[in-house]
């Protein structure tokens, strides 16, 4: 049933992501109520729930997978719909589980950003703003001035981290790296 729920969450927050560059925080909200009810049912029945056996398991998930994606949120290399997205997957599958699915994530998304990069002839654009990017920090570290993150004024193009996300949480699910 939890696999189930989550499928379909994910499911949900690809086709929003897909269709209009967002991850709604309905699906969201609802993902992390599910989550905490879907656990609670399972501890109440006498069975392992996903997330592990502990009540406060769902809670470390949520800010485990928070925190795994903050740091590219703060880079503005993601949106924070994909922040909370990781944090209810977290919810779902628990803190080892989530740091297992944002290996699977990071992978998953530097390849969908190659497809996304060559598919829609923005990789000169990409290559251009990543020298700028590096080329702006060298000089800012040069003379002593702190990293400013500044965005640019010309993106390439916006990916659908949540189809990354999805392909992430299945792969972790499918071929764990620890075993909890």
Request: include cysteine.
């Amino acid at each position: 049933m939890t696999h189930t729920l989550l499928i379909a969450l994910l499911l949900s927050a690809v086709i929003s992501d897909l269709m209009s560059r967002r991850v709604p925080n309905t699906v969201v909200l609802t993902g992390l109520v599910l989550a905490f009810i879907a656990h609670t049912i399972a501890l109440c029945m006498g069975s392992v729930p996903l997330a592990g056996r502990n009540w406060w398991a769902p809670l470390t998930g949520l800010l485990t997978g928070l925190a795994s994606l903050m740091p590219l949120y703060l880079l503005r290399a993601t949106g924070a719909g994909d922040v909370k997205l990781m944090g209810m997957v977290g919810a779902f599958i628990g803190a080892q589980s989530v740091l297992t699915a944002t290996v699977y994530t990071l992978l998953a998304g530097g390849l969908l950003s190659l497809v996304f990069m060559l598919g829609r002839g923005v990789a000169a654009q990409t290559l251009a703003n990543v020298r700028f990017l590096l080329t702006d920090w060298a000089l800012r570290a040069s003379s002593g001035q702190g990293a400013r993150l500044a965005p640019l004024q010309t993106t390439a193009a916006r990916l659908p981290y949540a189809v990354a996300i999805a392909l992430g949480t299945g792969a972790a699910l499918l071929w764990p790296l620890a075993t909890p």
